[in-house]
């Protein structure tokens, strides 16, 4: 019987080169790892990028809503938008009296017209027109040929004002030759008409101071009669100049030296009358005048 010899068992040694590998094994490992883990969260720039991306993406969006819809980046805008007042509705009036359009009137305006009496100067041609003034008549004034309410705007040194329509002419009017100086006057309560024939002749003939207006009779009592006294040739040169200007001073006829001129038949000139009598009846000492 053969006799088995035991070995001895002993301890394998690991190689060199295994003792060397698992080192290298385990932080291979562990840098596999943490490149895992790092590789799993983004980096901060592309993260950064994601988001831009994604507030884009919303903004789109935003843009492809129905403007019924309301945002909350527009809401916020919108609410003051609605608070805003509405826009006021501006008057015919307003609109004629903006600075602009006044200032195109006025640079425009390249027709002139004459005044047939005195008019009062308005800042506007409504209710709230302020007066400011009056011009005279017989002035050439500029016109922009803007009209309302009653009222046409005119130039006056450069500024806009108003005057009572229906007082402007293309013909210059008659003037009366100046103001009355030598101290004479009417009753206030005689017509406008015979006003004017006293003011006229008084201008033009100021060394006459007596004019007869009212008494008891006839056209007189009506304040529409005046007798200039005066006689000779001058009272021709009177009555002569009154019949000339019969329109403007609105004469309806003038009796001087037993003669008769009226508008009705002026047409035949100055007519004779009958003998009355005295030299007054006649009208050889003044000039009678009745106007309408």
């Known amino acids: 019987m053969a006799t088995h010899r035991h070995k001895r068992e002993t301890a394998r040694r690991t190689p060199r080169a295994a003792l060397i590998a698992a080192p290298l094994a385990v932080l291979a490992t562990g840098a596999a790892v943490s490149a895992g883990v790092a590789g799993s969260a983004p980096a901060p720039d592309l993260l950064s990028a994601d988001l831009s991306v994604a507030a884009a993406g919303t903004g789109d969006r935003d843009r492809d809503r129905p403007l019924g819809v309301v945002s909350r980046e527009s809401g916020a805008s919108r609410g003051e938008s609605a608070e805003k007042a509405p826009a006021m509705v501006l008057s015919p009036v307003e609109k004629l009296l903006t600075p602009k359009a006044v200032s195109t009137a006025v640079k425009q305006a390249d027709k002139r017209l004459w005044t047939t009496t005195t008019l009062n100067l308005w800042t506007r041609p409504d209710a709230k027109a302020k007066k400011i003034g009056e011009i005279e ?3 050439k004034v500029l016109v922009t040929g803007r009209t309302m309410k009653g009222r046409e705007e005119i130039v006056l040194d450069g500024e806009a004002r108003w005057v009572t329509a229906g007082y402007l002419s293309a013909e210059k ?3 009366l030759g100046g103001e009355c100086t030598n101290g004479t006057s009417v009753p206030a309560a005689v017509s406008p008409n ?3 024939v006293h003011e006229a002749v008084c201008a033009a003939f100021p060394e006459i101071t007596v004019y007869g207006t009212f008494r008891s009779d006839g056209e007189h009592s009506q304040g529409i009669a005046v007798d200039i006294m005066v006689s000779g040739d001058r009272g021709w040169q ?3 100049f009154v019949r000339e200007h019969y329109a403007d001073l609105g004469v ?18 100055w007519r004779g009358m009958e003998d009355r009598g005295s030299a007054t009846a006649n009208h050889y000492d003044h000039v009678h005048v009745t106007t309408y």
């Open 137 to 139: 008549s017989a002035e």
């Open 252 to 269: 309806s006829y003038l009796i001087y030296s037993q003669q008769i001129w009226s508008v009705e038949r002026s047409s035949e000139g």
């Open 194 to 196: 015979i006003k004017k």
């Open 238 to 240: 009177v009555a002569e």
């Open 173 to 175: 009017p008659f003037a």
